[in-house]
């Protein structure tokens, strides 16, 4: 694949562009952006779920065949630091390595959801203000992957080329505390410290690339529809943002508030045994949910409804049908 002008938009590699859209190649390289990003929450949501699921042989079996997957979805947007990572995890999965590949495997689904979510956001971009932001973006991402590329280092027993990418970090954030800190550890020999402010300082990295991005996946929302498929719309709409539950009753949603705390609500008004109305104030009448965004979601616009959802307390009201950009826009709104 050829490298093509236009605006970089993630990651320190070669390529990576978005083609101007007078390019005769924009077409093509967008829809394989798109597949990128549609593709990617779902995979990785596989992946994770695999991690506990299945016993070890089937692990492996299934780890390469998405590995090999991975790779192809990369090297189609052009990551080839991405795909040489999902190369390297290929490698382990085939020497039957596990426990290195669960390692490497949570760092590398961080930087390929990280990557999905700015590309989502940085695409077809305009303003000055987003070009910056897109800048900032990669720049948090380039150290994140160092940070990789370090800890790998040192798991394969390649000290010396470890703590010279480390002195580059240094000399080139002269201003990162962190970088000269982990330095410190390594010339030391204290590789388990080592590791873990490596995953310190990524984790930071990583959480500034999602807070640009808009992504804050310690936030949970719960949503509550008798419709299936309005509850797979609301998860795929935001999954890659928040951590959604997803339950089709009222009362299922009161048992959820037994064992966890969502910090915002997504409710259908009209459902059978108990309503949106009744359960939202249900929700409210609990003091730790006073003030926690709650939002109707319903196909019914009526004056009344509006009126009545108001008086029970809630924060926004969007009418069905909507769209992902609009619901993750409204969302946004109070989990920022």
Same mark, same amino acid.
């Given at each position: 694949?050829?490298?093509?002008?236009?605006?970089?938009?993630?990651?320190?590699?070669?390529?990576?562009?978005?083609?101007?859209?007078?390019?005769?190649?924009?077409? +093509?390289?967008? /829809?394989?952006?798109? %597949?990128? #990003?549609?593709?990617?929450?779902?995979?990785?949501? *596989?992946?994770? =779920?695999?991690?506990?699921?299945?016993?070890?042989?089937?692990?492996?079996?299934?780890?390469?065949?998405?590995?090999?997957?991975?790779?192809?979805?990369?090297?189609?947007?052009?990551?080839?630091?991405?795909?040489?990572?999902?190369?390297?995890?290929?490698?382990?999965?085939?020497?039957?390595?596990?426990?290195?590949?669960?390692?490497?495997?949570?760092?590398?689904?961080?930087?390929?959801?990280?990557?999905?979510?700015?590309?989502?956001?940085?695409?077809?971009?305009?303003? +000055?203000?987003? /070009?910056?932001?897109? %800048?900032? #973006?990669?720049?948090?991402?380039?150290?994140?992957? *160092?940070?990789? =590329?370090?800890?790998?280092?040192?798991?394969?027993?390649?000290?010396?080329?470890?703590?010279?990418?480390?002195?580059?970090?240094?000399?080139?954030?002269?201003?990162?505390?962190?970088?000269?800190?982990?330095?410190?550890?390594?010339?030391?020999?204290?590789?388990?410290?080592?590791?873990?402010?490596?995953?310190?300082?990524?984790?930071?990295?990583?959480?500034?690339?999602?807070?640009?991005?808009?992504?804050?996946?310690?936030?949970?929302?719960?949503?509550?529809?008798?419709?299936?498929?309005?509850?797979?719309?609301?998860?795929?709409?935001?999954?890659?943002?928040?951590?959604?539950?997803?339950?089709?009753?009222?009362?299922?949603?009161?048992?959820?508030?037994?064992?966890?705390?969502?910090?915002?609500?997504?409710?259908?008004?009209?459902?059978?045994?108990?309503?949106?109305?009744?359960?939202?104030?249900?929700?409210?009448?609990?003091?730790?949910?006073?003030?926690?965004?709650?939002?109707?979601?319903?196909?019914?616009?009526?004056?009344?409804?509006?009126?009545?959802?108001?008086?029970?307390?809630?924060?926004?009201?969007?009418?069905?049908?909507?769209?992902?950009?609009?619901?993750?826009?409204?969302?946004?709104?109070?989990?920022?």
């Amino acid at each position: 694949m050829e490298t093509y002008d236009g605006a970089r938009y993630y990651h320190s590699v070669p390529g990576l562009l978005v083609p101007r859209k007078t390019d005769k190649t924009y077409e +093509k390289i967008n /829809e394989d952006i798109n %597949s990128f #990003i549609d593709t990617i929450p779902g995979l990785i949501e *596989s992946i994770e =779920d695999n991690f506990a699921n299945i016993d070890s042989e089937k692990r492996q079996r299934f780890f390469n065949q998405n590995m090999e997957y991975l790779r192809s979805l990369l090297a189609n947007i052009y990551a080839r630091g991405l795909e040489a990572d999902a190369m390297r995890l290929q490698r382990h999965i085939e020497s039957g390595s596990m426990f290195q590949v669960e390692k490497l495997m949570r760092a590398f689904i961080m930087d390929v959801l990280s990557l999905s979510v700015a590309m989502q956001r940085a695409q077809n971009f305009e303003s +000055k203000d987003k /070009e910056e932001e897109v %800048s900032e #973006i990669e720049f948090h991402a380039k150290q994140a992957k *160092s940070l990789s =590329d370090v800890s790998n280092l040192i798991g394969d027993d390649e000290f010396e080329r470890a703590l010279k990418m480390t002195r580059e970090l240094v000399i080139h954030n002269p201003k990162e505390s962190g970088f000269a800190e982990l330095l410190d550890l390594l010339q030391a020999k204290k590789h388990n410290e080592a590791m873990t402010k490596i995953e310190t300082l990524r984790d930071i990295h990583i959480g500034a690339i999602n807070q640009i991005a808009g992504v804050n996946l310690s936030k949970t929302i719960l949503a509550v529809d008798d419709m299936p498929e309005i509850l797979s719309f609301v998860n795929n709409a935001l999954k890659s943002h928040y951590k959604i539950i997803a339950v089709t009753s009222a009362n299922a949603a009161l048992k959820v508030l037994e064992s966890q705390k969502p910090d915002l609500f997504i409710l259908d008004i009209d459902m059978p045994i108990m309503d949106g109305f009744e359960l939202a104030g249900l929700i409210r009448k609990k003091e730790e949910y006073a003030k926690t965004p709650l939002i109707f979601l319903t196909g019914n616009s009526t004056r009344e409804h509006i009126t009545s959802a108001m008086a029970i307390g809630c924060n926004d009201f969007i009418v069905k049908p909507s769209n992902h950009e609009y619901l993750l826009t409204k969302v946004g709104k109070y989990l920022s």
